[in-house]
């Protein structure tokens, strides 16, 4: 086996020979770096909703503008190619494909044939390609970039085509890191953690794609903080899989900063790694790499709107906030890079106040410590026992967890009750304890078809303004590193888009039932 020393020389040793064998017409001229950050869910009212909080809670002056608020360039409209509200998977192949598709697609066309994305365009172009988010590594957004399935449920094929299995490609990975959670998904159904597997799986078939990247394409593997920390940009281990979660990473109100990395973290360590590595020069002291692609997506802004969760839409924002200023500040001394910024959907239809009162309260989001996920995965056991649901509830779960002291017994009915049904159900009885306190109503918990913010900084970033349809954002990305993601296209003729457990219908055999979030 290559010690970590030589399999680095051997590595970087590939990167030059990609970058200088990249054919002429796609080689881009010159350096430059494109972050593509998306905030998952989060529209205006959202930033709204933080902002007010911010300025309060802080005594900020009422011209205090957050870092998107600085940034704001347009706006994003959002409909698919099948309805005026997107979802997930449309919103991001209309990003990374740049063209309109159905609700559900993962990087194929409207008639289910893969489309070439970006990420892919700029890796054949010798670029260097990364993925962060804190949602699975194999969830809609981040699939989009890096896989082709017919149905966004799909994730044991999108975690093949995320490691390159099987790939027509190229003879190396197409994402040379990737940062977030879902390791299930690269666990064979029988997991083998004694041999180094992440310790759960989702699979349903006996693939170990954990081992796979390891031996096939010599991936750094990473699953614990430890090892996130241990990181340094200068021992050149690309490519690199950083799972820390086997689901979803934690929401940022729960995370324990000793078992997870933030999104800024992630971020900050990403693009550390990634210019180290495109920086790497020929024996002419030219760059092996144009530069690299990187998609960062602050996931849980939405799933935080689909639990009509404020505390943890908004702390899930912040966090999001810290990451662009990391990414800002990485562009203030590399000016060759651009960051363009925006969502796929708004989520929760999130309203700031409600009739009959102009007033909301953001202190009341201030005592809240877990999301109604957290909460809610404590009580909903206890449904059996009343007695014991009830103590948990008016002891621990109103006045330790979300603050409230003066519950009422309409409160106290609604999360007891609550617990008793699904785990929606539950989500949204405590979140909306916290919402009414606060005078912030929701209309959905799924999404809305409204726009979003458009936000950009750095180089080329003056010309992007105005209104613009979803799939312009993705031919931005496209011209800004001058790669054509079309012409991928016609190398994706004979890849597996249908996973082995779904009908007609797309719906998962197995689980009977079909998602779209």
Not at 199 to 209: A, F, N, P
């Amino acid at each position: 086996m290559l010690t970590q020393s030589v399999y680095s020389l051997a590595l970087y040793s590939l990167i030059c020979s990609r970058a200088a064998h990249a054919a002429p017409s796609a080689k881009p001229a010159k350096h430059r770096n494109l972050i593509f950050m998306v905030s998952d869910g989060f529209g205006i009212a959202g930033e709204t909703m933080a902002r007010g909080y911010v300025q309060t809670t802080n005594n900020y002056p009422l011209e205090w503008s957050s870092i998107l608020d600085e940034l704001l360039v347009g706006t994003s409209r959002t409909r698919s190619s099948d309805s005026l509200i997107t979802d997930s998977a449309a919103g991001a192949t209309a990003f990374s494909c740049a063209q309109k598709t159905y609700n559900g697609a993962i990087g194929v066309s409207h008639d289910r044939k893969p489309c070439g994305t970006v990420l892919e365009a700029a890796k054949q172009a010798g670029y260097l390609t990364g993925l962060v988010s804190t949602a699975r590594i194999t969830h809609a957004t981040p699939g989009s970039f890096a896989a082709h399935v017919v149905h966004r449920d799909m994730e044991d094929l999108i975690a093949q085509h995320m490691i390159s299995y099987n790939s027509s490609l190229t003879p190396a990975p197409t994402v040379d890191l990737m940062f977030g959670g879902g390791s299930c998904f690269f666990a064979p159904e029988t997991p083998n953690p004694a041999a180094g597997n992440p310790k759960t799986s989702c699979r349903s078939d006996q693939l170990d794609l954990w081992q796979f990247a390891q031996t096939k394409y010599r991936y750094s593997t990473i699953s614990t903080r430890k090892q996130f920390d241990d990181l340094n940009a200068a021992d050149k281990k690309l490519p690199m899989l950083g799972l820390f979660t086997d689901s979803h990473m934690a929401y940022e109100i729960d995370r324990d900063p000793a078992e997870e990395p933030s999104l800024t973290e992630m971020t900050q360590k990403a693009l550390d790694m990634l210019h180290t590595a495109s920086t790497v020069t020929h024996g002419n002291g030219t760059a092996c790499a144009p530069g690299f692609f990187i998609m960062i997506e602050g996931a849980r802004i939405d799933m935080a709107a689909h639990d009509n969760d404020p505390a943890s839409h908004l702390h899930d924002i912040i966090e999001y906030w810290n990451a662009v200023a990391a990414v800002r500040k990485f562009i203030d001394t590399h000016p060759d890079t651009l960051m363009i910024g925006t969502s796929d959907h708004e989520t929760g239809g999130l309203t700031i106040g409600y009739d009959p009162e102009y007033v909301w309260y953001p202190n009341v989001l201030t005592p809240v410590k877990n999301s109604a996920e957290v909460i809610c995965s404590q009580i909903r056991p206890l449904s059996k026992d009343h007695k014991k649901l009830l103590i948990a509830v008016t002891t621990k779960v109103l006045p330790k967890q979300l603050g409230i002291t003066n519950a009422t017994h309409e409160e106290i009915n609604n999360i007891v009750d609550g617990a008793g049904g699904s785990a929606k159900a539950c989500k949204h009885a405590v979140g909306h304890v916290v919402s009414d306190r606060a005078r912030l109503g929701w209309t959905t918990g799924g999404h809305t078809g409204v726009d979003v913010g458009l936000y950009a900084y750095g180089a080329g970033s003056s010309t992007i303004r105005g209104n613009k349809d979803n799939t312009y954002v993705g031919q931005l990305l496209a011209d800004f590193l001058d790669v054509k993601p079309e012409s991928i296209t016609p190398l994706l003729a004979n890849q597996k888009t249908v996973q082995k457990g779904f009908d007609e219908n797309l719906v998962d055999v197995k689980a009977g039932k079909s998602s779209s979030v």
